[in-house]
């Protein structure tokens, strides 16, 4: 990670105009290794907008400083900087927008990235996307502040699983984080522990219409489900993400499936492994990508069509 850190606290260093990305359909790790980027940039005079492509921000952000502050991309950047994304397609309509910028910096922790940016800092050792952004404001001495330390624990407690997957390294951020007043029961409850009660009536009917292929991944198993927008009703676009960490424990499958309907016809598929499986290298074959034991794509087509071209590749 030294060298990648370096170029991009060199790139950082003296910018005065920087367009932060997130990525599409965003989640706790792209928002708040944005907003404290923004935070750390801000603290050195730069002028800095932070956007993201859509849809909406997802439920329990609303506690971490600047969740309000999104904006269209900043005109003529010095620097252009995507956090969290894997390629340049994750950017949705705003990719044109940073692949204009001359200096293109991408910090990330997924190792499918395409290293699409004019510097990059890939590292997929890292326990989230935050981890990263906290070693390059260590880079440019800027001091933690509880906003910050906010923004950060945002991405690391939700990239972790409430700490279930992480590595020595992401306590030993946790209890910085802390330290410098981050409020960790609160945004955990937040972010993990927080629905409407509609959200009880959807995840039964989604997860008690689960079904497995046992002779799936080489005889290890596939748990799946379907959410369609109809089940999902009104509730927001978000709603149905933890649901995959539910399917994720059925004790007979090694893989857990959620297909998630957001634009009629549109699906976005959620894959979890529990430790056999690289789950990054099948997205990867469908267009998409993640992590070994956390990946995930896009599909179209209806419901019974979407799973069945799944089944037929496992």
């Not at 692949?99 to 922790?109: A, E, G, M, N, Y």
């Not at 800092?121 to 996307?129: E, F, H």
């Not at 629905?195 to 991944?217: E, I, K």
């Not at 893989?255 to 290298?281: H, I, Y």
Request: glycine letters at 10%; proline letters at 4%.
């Amino acid at each position: 990670m030294t060298s990648g850190l370096t170029a991009v606290a060199d790139a950082l260093d003296g910018a005065r105009r920087v367009a932060v990305y997130c990525h599409i359909r965003p989640d706790a790790d792209t928002i708040g290794s944005g907003l404290a980027l923004a935070r750390v940039l801000r603290t050195r005079g730069a002028e800095v907008s932070i956007s993201h492509p859509g849809p909406a921000l997802p439920s329990g952000i609303g506690r971490l400083a600047d969740a309000a502050a999104f904006r269209e991309p900043i005109d003529v950047a010095d620097v252009a900087v995507a956090v969290d994304c894997a390629s340049s397609e994750r950017l949705g309509s705003l990719e044109e927008s940073f692949l204009s910028s001359p200096v293109r910096v991408v910090i990330d922790h997924h190792a499918t990235n395409t290293g699409f940016g004019t510097v990059n800092l890939i590292d997929p050792a890292a326990n989230s996307t935050t981890e990263l952004v906290l070693a390059v404001a260590d880079a440019l001495q800027v001091p933690l502040d509880a906003e910050t330390a906010d923004c950060l624990y945002a991405g690391l407690v939700t990239d972790t699983g409430s700490f279930r997957w992480t590595s020595p390294t992401g306590h030993i951020m946790a209890a910085r984080l802390l330290g410098a007043g981050a409020q960790g029961r609160e945004l955990a409850q937040d972010l993990l522990d927080t629905h409407p009660r509609g959200w009880f009536t959807m995840a039964a009917g989604v997860l008690g219409s689960a079904r497995a292929a046992l002779d799936a991944f080489g005889g290890l198993g596939v748990v799946y489900a379907v959410c369609s927008a109809a089940d999902r009703g009104t509730l927001g676009w978000d709603a149905a993400e933890s649901l995959i960490d539910l399917l994720r424990t059925a004790d007979d499958c090694e893989v857990a499936a959620l297909f998630k309907e957001g634009e009629p016809g549109t699906w976005s598929a959620s894959l979890r492994a529990r430790s056999a499986v690289d789950v990054a290298a099948f997205a990867r074959e469908v267009g998409g990508g993640g992590h070994r034991l956390a990946a995930g794509y896009t599909t179209r087509g209806t419901a019974d069509e979407v799973v069945q071209a799944f089944l037929e590749r496992v």
